[in-house]
């Protein structure tokens, strides 16, 4: 058994501090700084070789030590302490590197302006295709041959800008004969093989150290860094990268939706699990004295085992070298209860979701920056990430099981009922023939606004690549930028009671598609407001734009195909946030699913249901997490609670860690109970003969 298989209680500790005042860390002490993760009842310690400063807290032969250590090696320290008191340590190394920027400025990213990119500075931000690449992998090697320890985590690995320095225009012209583009066009190939030669480079090297690492020790384990991921292209992360490391890691600061969201993605993209979910004890990174709330730490901490995810904690040190004390106490407390649901754990469970909703990273792009010059870039916006995201918080509402999958998972589509493309933006051809395949033995896909328009090349179709699936072609696309979905009298019921007098509002353009299947139905069509809402000068209503100019443009249409059904709407629905909206895309994806889900839930908003199958064992774990926007929670009682049985027999229900036995009924092929008091987290097990 690997290390990280019943490792669920993490901690790092953020030790970025500068040299220049003598007396920074001049008081850290390695065996009390383990003897808190002890009080803390950590099972693995992640501890800093170096920092985004760059300096390294232990003696090597190319970097710089800091000053305030006094040539003390304390990685070896604590790592020695930490085997002491039974913990395995993962050594933590940042790409981020001051120090080496500030020593070689050859190394440094530059931007399209021929700058070194101010965005960084504070951190220094070295160019991969530089030599500084050989400076990580001398680091690299010197950790693993003179050090025992469980694992490597690399931090802040990932492209972050477009850098026109010197080595990486020089590689880009051997490597293709061409000049580095400096226009952002998603619709032009040459744009685009920039770009993925960037995700190609960045792979490579997160291999390398990969391969570095082990080629010394082929027991270690190594991590990178992978929240970069929802940056957008810029970072450049794809399925490569991930696929080169050995479990997934990352560290966010969102709130319950971003948590859920991520740690459905890492639970299906991680190599091996458990994947590893971060967060901080402080409200921000920026903030190293306020304290999150226990119930806030609480909640986060249970949001991951709900997913069966490892928990690690991130506190930053004292510039002397002290921690406090008091978040030690109030995280061991914490650990304390979690450790009770370990041992029902396991990896070989099924994660029981009937909706997949696909992410791509290729499509984390922005059509809207097409003909802005890299130099111009500022906020960078993902239409594809932010329907995905809101699509989960709808499915979240409704209690409708589901998980968020990328390429990784093409090979498992038939695990789901339905497979959710929310403007999918990129798109090759084996996720054309995956999708195809999955629809034309009984699957259903919703799909959404330019999904198969544009190849992954950077070539855009004169018509959907799904077209035959969609039961429509492509014509165009609306010119205002704010539309109507204007429901069939059939099917008013699924469009929460809308009309065609009161249609249902689209705070965006929708694609104009003419219908191609003859058993193709149209449940929408599109209406227009009366005059362009981008015309100042003519409008009909001086605030808003009312519906007024019907049309027969389909706007959502229900396609069979094969054994499989597909929706395909004109307009990305899926981005609307009021409870109208989400209840119509309830109702359409309800009206695709061709069986009852894996379970069903009366209960807040508030409360996610998780549930995974023991097959081995005969039996379900049945999560409940109470998050709500207001801590501390208000305790829910009443939740019911029904699990289809799937002509299981139930034997006993119940509650863990006590093991107490609770009461339930069977209706039909379900199960039906009612939850315990539910104030953060309840853990329910379901056995079955």
């Given at each position: 058994?690997?290390?990280?298989e019943?490792?669920?209680?993490?901690?790092?500790?953020?030790?970025?501090?500068?040299?220049?005042?003598?007396?920074f860390?001049?008081l850290?002490?390695?065996?009390?700084?383990?003897?808190?993760?002890?009080?803390?009842?950590?099972?693995?310690?992640?501890?800093?070789?170096?920092?985004?400063v760059?300096?390294?807290?232990?003696?090597?032969?190319?970097?710089?030590?800091?000053?305030?250590?006094?040539?003390?090696?304390?990685?070896?320290?604590?790592?020695d302490?930490s085997?002491?008191?039974?913990?395995?340590?993962?050594?933590?190394?940042?790409?981020?590197?001051?120090?080496?920027?500030?020593?070689?400025?050859?190394?440094?990213?530059?931007?399209?302006?021929?700058?070194?990119?101010?965005?960084?500075?504070?951190?220094?931000?070295?160019?991969?295709?530089?030599?500084?690449?050989?400076?990580v992998?001398?680091?690299?090697?010197?950790?693993?041959?003179?050090?025992?320890?469980?694992?490597l985590?690399?931090?802040?690995?990932?492209?972050?800008?477009?850098?026109?320095?010197?080595?990486?225009?020089?590689?880009?012209?051997?490597?293709?004969?061409?000049?580095?583009?400096?226009?952002?066009?998603w619709?032009?190939?040459?744009?685009?093989?920039?770009?993925?030669?960037?995700?190609?480079?960045?792979?490579?090297?997160?291999?390398?150290?990969?391969?570095?690492?082990?080629?010394?020790?082929?027991?270690?384990?190594?991590?990178?860094?992978?929240?970069?991921?929802?940056?957008?292209?810029?970072?450049?992360?794809?399925?490569?990268f991930?696929?080169?490391?050995?479990?997934?890691?990352?560290?966010?600061?969102?709130?319950?939706?971003?948590?859920s969201?991520?740690?459905?993605?890492?639970?299906?993209?991680?190599?091996?699990?458990?994947?590893?979910?971060?967060?901080?004890?402080?409200?921000?990174?920026?903030?190293?004295t306020?304290?999150?709330?226990?119930?806030?730490?609480?909640?986060?901490?249970?949001?991951?085992?709900?997913?069966?995810?490892?928990?690690?904690?991130?506190?930053?040190?004292?510039?002397?070298?002290?921690?406090?004390?008091?978040?030690?106490?109030?995280?061991g407390?914490?650990?304390?209860?979690?450790e009770?649901?370990?041992?029902?754990?396991?990896?070989?469970?099924?994660?029981?979701?009937?909706?997949?909703?696909?992410?791509?990273?290729?499509?984390?792009?922005?059509?809207?920056?097409?003909?802005?010059?890299?130099?111009?870039?500022?906020?960078?916006?993902?239409?594809?990430?932010?329907?995905?995201?809101?699509?989960?918080?709808?499915?979240?509402?409704?209690?409708?099981?589901?998980?968020?999958?990328?390429?990784?998972?093409?090979?498992?589509?038939?695990?789901?009922?339905?497979?959710?493309?929310?403007?999918?933006?990129?798109?090759?051809?084996?996720?054309v023939?995956?999708?195809?395949?999955?629809?034309?033995?009984?699957?259903?896909?919703?799909?959404?606004?330019?999904?198969?328009?544009?190849?992954?090349?950077?070539?855009?179709?004169?018509?959907?690549?799904?077209?035959?699936?969609?039961?429509?072609s492509?014509?165009?696309?609306?010119?205002?930028?704010?539309?109507?979905?204007?429901?069939?009298?059939?099917?008013?019921?699924?469009?929460?009671?809308?009309?065609?007098?009161?249609?249902?509002?689209?705070?965006?353009?929708?694609?104009?598609v003419?219908?191609?299947?003859?058993?193709?139905?149209?449940?929408?069509?599109?209406?227009?407001?009366?005059?362009?809402?981008?015309d100042?000068?003519?409008?009909?209503?001086?605030?808003?734009?009312?519906?007024?100019?019907?049309?027969?443009?389909?706007?959502?249409?229900?396609?069979?195909?094969?054994?499989?059904?597909?929706?395909?709407?004109?307009?990305?629905?899926?981005?609307?946030?009021?409870?109208d909206?989400?209840?119509?895309?309830?109702?359409?994806?309800?009206?695709?699913?061709?069986?009852?889900?894996?379970?069903?839930?009366?209960?807040?908003?508030?409360?996610?249901?998780?549930?995974f199958?023991?097959?081995?064992?005969?039996?379900?774990?049945?999560?409940?997490?109470?998050?709500?926007?207001?801590l501390?929670?208000?305790?829910?009682?009443d939740?019911?609670?029904?699990?289809?049985?799937?002509?299981?027999?139930?034997?006993?229900?119940?509650?863990?860690?006590?093991?107490?036995?609770l009461?339930?009924?069977?209706?039909?092929?379900?199960?039906?109970f009612?939850?315990?008091?539910?104030?953060?987290?309840?853990?329910?097990?379901l056995?079955?003969?």
């Open positions: 058994m690997r290390w990280y019943n490792s669920y209680r993490r901690g790092l500790v953020d030790m970025h501090i500068d040299d220049w005042d003598s007396k860390l001049s850290f002490d390695s065996k009390e700084y383990v003897e808190m993760q002890a009080l803390a009842k950590v099972q693995t310690v992640i501890f800093f070789a170096s920092s985004n760059g300096i390294c807290y232990y003696p090597s032969r190319v970097g710089h030590m800091h000053e305030g250590i006094k040539g003390r090696d304390i990685l070896g320290e604590v790592i302490f085997h002491r008191e039974g913990m395995s340590v993962v050594v933590y190394y940042n790409i981020w590197h001051k120090w080496a920027h500030d020593n070689h400025p050859d190394w440094r990213m530059v931007t399209a302006k021929g700058e070194n990119s101010r965005e960084y500075m504070r951190y220094g931000v070295c160019c991969i295709n530089s030599p500084f690449k050989d400076f992998i001398t680091q690299t090697e010197e950790l693993c041959k003179n050090y025992k320890f469980a694992g985590w690399f931090d802040m690995i990932g492209l972050h800008t477009v850098c026109y320095c010197s080595h990486c225009r020089k590689r880009y012209l051997l490597e293709t004969g061409e000049e580095i583009p400096r226009i952002i066009n619709e032009d190939p040459k744009w685009v093989k920039f770009q993925r030669k960037r995700e190609e480079w960045l792979a490579e090297f997160a291999s390398l150290l990969v391969s570095t690492a082990k080629k010394v020790n082929p027991d270690i384990t190594v991590v990178l860094q992978n929240a970069h991921w929802s940056n957008g292209w810029r970072d450049g992360l794809t399925l490569p991930f696929e080169a490391q050995d479990y997934i890691s990352g560290d966010f600061y969102g709130g319950a939706l971003e948590q969201f991520v740690c459905k993605l890492f639970y299906s993209l991680t190599p091996n699990k458990p994947f590893e979910y971060m967060t901080s004890r402080c409200p921000t990174l920026l903030d190293h306020t304290m999150k709330s226990k119930e806030l730490l609480e909640a986060q901490m249970y949001s991951v085992l709900a997913n069966n995810g490892a928990f690690c904690f991130i506190d930053a040190i004292d510039p002397e070298g002290t921690l406090n004390r008091d978040f030690y106490v109030r995280m407390e914490l650990f304390q209860e979690m009770k649901y370990e041992k029902y754990l396991d990896h070989s469970s099924k994660f029981c979701q009937d909706v997949g909703i696909y992410l791509s990273f290729e499509s984390l792009i922005n059509p809207e920056d097409n003909g802005k010059r890299t130099s111009e870039l500022t906020y960078q916006r993902s239409p594809h990430l932010e329907a995905a995201v809101n699509v989960a918080k709808t499915l979240l509402n409704a209690h409708i099981p589901f998980g968020v999958i990328t390429k990784k998972n093409l090979d498992c589509l038939s695990d789901y009922q339905i497979i959710i493309l929310p403007n999918l933006l990129m798109i090759d051809e084996e996720e023939d995956a999708f195809r395949k999955f629809v034309e033995f009984g699957g259903s896909i919703y799909a959404s606004g330019a999904a198969s328009l544009l190849t992954k090349d950077g070539i855009k179709q004169d018509n959907f690549l799904l077209s035959d699936l969609f039961g429509v492509y014509s165009g696309e609306t010119k205002e930028n704010l539309t109507y979905v204007t429901p069939k009298d059939d099917f008013k019921d699924v469009f929460a009671g809308y009309s065609p007098r009161y249609p249902l509002t689209l705070l965006d353009t929708q694609l104009k003419r219908k191609i299947k003859e058993n193709a139905t149209v449940l929408a069509t599109i209406t227009l407001p009366y005059t362009d809402p981008k100042i000068s003519r409008f009909v209503s001086a605030n808003s734009n009312p519906p007024g100019i019907s049309t027969d443009l389909p706007s959502i249409v229900l396609n069979q195909y094969g054994k499989g059904k597909v929706i395909y709407s004109g307009g990305v629905l899926e981005l609307m946030k009021e409870n909206h989400r209840s119509v895309v309830v109702n359409l994806i309800r009206l695709i699913s061709n069986k009852p889900f894996f379970f069903e839930a009366e209960a807040p908003k508030s409360v996610e249901v998780t549930l199958h023991q097959e081995d064992k005969k039996q379900y774990l049945i999560n409940l997490l109470n998050y709500q926007p207001e501390p929670n208000i305790p829910i009682s939740i019911k609670i029904r699990i289809k049985l799937d002509n299981r027999k139930p034997r006993r229900l119940m509650l863990l860690p006590e093991e107490k036995e009461d339930f009924k069977i209706e039909e092929n379900y199960i039906e009612i939850a315990p008091e539910l104030e953060t987290f309840l853990m329910i097990c056995e079955y003969n």
